[in-house]
Structure formats: C-alpha cells, structure tokens
C-alpha cells in the first residue's frame, strides 16, 4: 500500500498535468480575467502558485542538501519578481516553477519520504515529507479551483485532491476563522459528508474547531466534501455552491460563510 507521501506526491502530479494543460489554452485575455481568489486575477493566482513552488522548492532541497532553509528575506525577493512580470510571464513560469518542485518531490526516495523533514520556515519545527506535500497540495488545489471556476462556476476540487485534504482542515480553522461575526451566538453542528464520507461536529463559539460527532446536536450540515473544503476557505458563495448543501439550525448558510471569510 502507497503511503500518504506517495498518495500527495501523485497528486501533486495529476493536479500539475491538468492544470499545465488548462492553462495552455489561455489566451491574454483569459489570464486577466477575474479568478476564484478576491481581487485576484487568473495571472496573479498563477504567480503566487508558482512563487510558493520555488519557495516550497528551495526548502526541499535545503532539507536534502542539509543547507539553511528559506528565510523571510528570501520569500520577499521572490514574490517581488513575481509580481513585477507580465501575466504570460506569470504563466509561463508557473509552469515551470511547478514543475521543478514536483520533480523534486517525485525524486525523493521511499527513504526520504519517510524519514526527511523539511523546515517550512513557518511552522514551530520542520516537518515530515507528507505533511510539507499536503500543504502544498492544500494550496495548489484551492488555487487551481481559483483559476478554473473563473472560466466555469460548476469548477470543483480535484478528486484526488479531496480526501488527503480533509484531515488537514481541524489545524487551519482557528485562524482562518471569524467566530466574532457571530455576536456571541454559539452553535454545535454535526458535519455529514459525503464523496468520501465522514460525520463529525462542527463547535462556532468564541472559537471554532472540529469535535466529535454531537450527541445533540443544535443542526446539521450536508455537503460534498469538496464544498466543505471550500467553505473553510471562502470559496463557496451562492453561485458555486451545489443543490446538495443543506443547512439545518440557528445558522443560516450566509452565516456560516461569514464565518469562513476565506484568504
């Protein structure tokens, strides 16, 4: 059985393949157009998707070198060659930016895979090669929605991407979240997904977090697990959200978005 670290890195590769091709049929015009992401055109997602790959890059190759990972200054230096470029520009490197990191990763050896561990620069310690992958495939999955719901509004998280991302979602609600739009209210909602399955509570308060399935519950929320992931991140206004949502409770669904105002 393949590890959570071959499972990410395969779909770093399918999301990167698809992704290349979508936007090798972009014209100008179609890379100016408005994304997903607020305030963000389909270039400029494109450029942070390829600058966070030479970042994530260079920590990679830090880890396997036994070099100094990235720091800040260096961060800076590269988001700011990013921005200066045109949007084919931005294009063009994205796809050779993500296509670098990808081979890197594909490069590592089951050895490497299990055991290196690779400073992040953000986080309190480096961390193991299937968490650093799954947080760029977190990125680059949302990202890559950005880029094609700006041409189709049906546009939904790669399915490959989706199950390896769930369990990532607990860790990034506490500050990717509003609890103060709230008022003070506070709700426990049980969570049913489906495509894959799972069942968990949901805690809104003075803070949000996951919990275990409620025993009494205050409502319920039925989704596709892609458009819980969505939700979390601010990607699930009323026009891409799916007739299958359903929100039951003291929350209406616009409520609960606010809550998740997204990055």
Not at 24 to 41: F, H, I, M, T, Y
Not at 116 to 142: C, K
């Amino acid at each position: 059985m393949s590890s959570i670290a071959d499972q990410t890195i395969s779909a770093l590769r399918s999301g990167h393949d698809a992704l290349v091709a979508f936007v090798g049929k972009l014209s100008q015009e179609d890379l100016v157009r408005p994304s997903g992401a607020s305030d963000w055109q389909v270039s400029q997602v494109l450029s942070h998707l390829g600058s966070g790959a030479e970042i994530n890059l260079a920590a990679v190759r830090a880890a396997t070198s036994g070099g100094a990972a990235p720091d800040g200054d260096f961060n800076k230096s590269v988001w700011a060659r990013w921005d200066a470029m045109s949007p084919a520009e931005q294009a063009a490197g994205f796809v050779e930016a993500n296509t670098r990191l990808v081979e890197e990763y594909e490069s590592l050896d089951p050895a490497a895979r299990a055991e290196l561990r690779i400073d992040l620069g953000f986080l309190p310690e480096p961390v193991d090669v299937a968490t650093a992958a799954r947080m760029r495939l977190s990125e680059f999955a949302l990202h890559r929605w950005d880029v094609e719901v700006g041409f189709d509004p049906s546009a939904t998280v790669s399915a490959d991407a989706v199950p390896l991302l769930l369990d990532n979602v607990g860790m990034m609600l506490a500050w990717a979240s509003r609890p103060d739009v709230l008022g003070g209210r506070q709700a426990v909602l049980t969570v049913r997904l489906d495509d894959p399955s799972r069942v968990f509570g949901l805690r809104l308060g003075e803070r949000v977090g996951l919990t275990d399935v409620p025993e009494q519950p205050d409502g319920e929320l039925l989704a596709p697990a892609e458009a819980w992931l969505r939700l979390t991140v601010g990607r699930l206004g009323p026009q891409h959200t799916p007739e299958t949502v359903r929100l039951t409770g003291p929350l209406s669904l616009d409520e609960l978005r606010e809550v998740f105002p997204g990055f």
